[in-house]
């Protein structure tokens, strides 16, 4: 199983991006999946999460309403869409996967996830 996290970049605080995570495996639907963001000299940490048929959904905090998960398993893919993006938002951005989760399971710990994307870079100036 392989994650491919796409849609990362440089953008202004206030503005908008769509962050994709492509999964290379036929049975998608049986993965939860998470995404998570790290910063040099810390932990990695949890953002969003989203359970195997999308039915259930859980946030970090300090998403407050901004950013908002969604998977497609007809397209073996999730979606991270953030808005109103601020300079503490600057992080790699990381989509895992849980092969063991249970169907309405959101997963906030890194270490229930088996497999990782690459991560994508997400800049915002201020």
């Known amino acids: 199983v392989q994650l491919q996290a796409s849609g990362g970049g440089l953008v202004q605080a206030g503005s908008s991006l769509r962050l994709s995570c492509a999964a290379s495996?036929?049975?998608?639907?049986?993965?939860?999946m998470g995404w998570f963001r790290q910063t040099p000299g810390k932990e990695r940490e949890f953002v969003a999460a989203?359970?195997?048929?999308?039915?259930?959904?859980d946030y970090a905090d300090f998403v407050s309403g901004r950013f908002t998960i969604s998977r497609d398993n007809a397209k073996n893919t999730v979606y991270l869409q953030m808005n109103s993006l601020k300079p503490e938002d600057t992080a790699v951005y990381y989509c895992?996967?849980?092969?063991?989760?249970?169907?309405?399971?959101?997963?906030?710990?890194?270490?229930?996830?088996?497999?990782w994307g690459q991560g994508t870079q997400v800049t915002v100036s201020s």
């Open positions: 495996v036929r049975t998608f639907s049986r993965y939860g």
């Open positions: 895992a996967g849980n092969v063991n989760a249970i169907l309405s399971g959101v997963y906030h710990s890194a270490r229930v996830y088996e497999v």
């Open positions: 989203i359970s195997r048929n999308g039915g259930f959904k």
